[in-house]
């Protein structure tokens, strides 16, 4: 297990990208992205890293991937903000 995985559960993973959402996070609604070292905070809505690095190609793949799955990761914030219980989500294929 990664140090990530002892405070939030991953929800996703591809390509070697993990996905994580924190419960109880704060706004905006984003989720976490954590590739060898890098590691960021993705906006959900707009698909943008709005804290940390990852690099350009992951951030494509990324975007790609929360475009397919929008609706998902919504409803897993919700639950999130709740402390429930979170869902698995697709991998890109």
């Known amino acids: 297990t990664t140090p990530f ?3 939030m559960p991953r929800i996703s993973l591809f390509l070697g990208i993990s996905i ?14 954590v ?6 905070a993705v906006d959900i809505q707009t698909g943008k890293v709005i804290s940390g690095d990852l690099p350009k190609r992951v951030k494509k793949l990324i975007r790609e991937w929360a475009k397919m799955h929008e609706a998902e990761l919504f409803q897993n914030w919700e639950l999130a903000r709740n402390e429930e219980e979170l869902v698995n989500i697709e991998p890109l294929e």
């Open 5 to 7: 995985e002892n405070r």
């Open 20 to 33: 994580y959402m924190y419960w109880s996070d704060h706004a905006p609604p984003h989720f976490h992205a």
């Open 35 to 40: 590739y060898n070292e890098y590691g960021g």
